[in-house]
């Protein structure tokens, strides 16, 4: 049973705090992502397929009648492709790492919430907050504080 379920019929607090991640999709580096893929112990076949799809990818932008150089891609990935948001999925599966309150995912938004029952619960929520703030340093991702929500 998910630890979720029955805490709205406790008599207790949760706190909860939706996080959005800034172009979320879009700054996956490739590298870091196919480094966890491969350690997510998915056949090597696949980790090789991925790499094909993401590696050595251009683009050119397109202003009025004016076309910008073609640039290569090191991050994201592909719009459009059904993809995109596994990928992103393995890109954030270590964020529960070090975390113990509960963490739900909707494609670029984190909801990170516990039950409150002391200040102990409090000071942890806390921790666990600063832990996903450092998780997303280290990992290139950007937070958007205009988007947090509690």
């Known amino acids: 049973m998910p630890r979720h379920s029955g805490l709205l019929y406790e008599e207790v ?28 112990g998915v056949d090597t076949r696949v980790v090789v397929w991925v790499r094909e799809l993401l590696v050595g990818r251009t683009q050119k932008v397109t202003v009025g009648r004016h076309l910008s150089k073609e640039v290569k891609i090191n991050s994201g990935v592909p719009q459009g492709s059904v993809l995109r948001p596994l990928l992103f999925l393995v890109y954030v599966s270590d964020i529960w790492r070090n975390v113990d309150s509960n963490i739900r995912i909707f494609a670029d938004e984190f909801i990170i919430y516990k039950k409150i029952t002391n200040k102990n619960d409090i000071e942890n929520l806390q921790k666990d907050l600063d832990t996903l703030v450092e998780w997303a340093v280290v990992n290139g991702v950007k937070i958007n504080p205009r988007k947090i929500r509690q």
């Open 13 to 40: 607090g949760i706190h909860a705090i939706i996080i959005d991640f800034s172009k979320a999709f879009d700054l996956v580096p490739h590298d870091r992502l196919l480094t966890k893929l491969a350690i997510s």
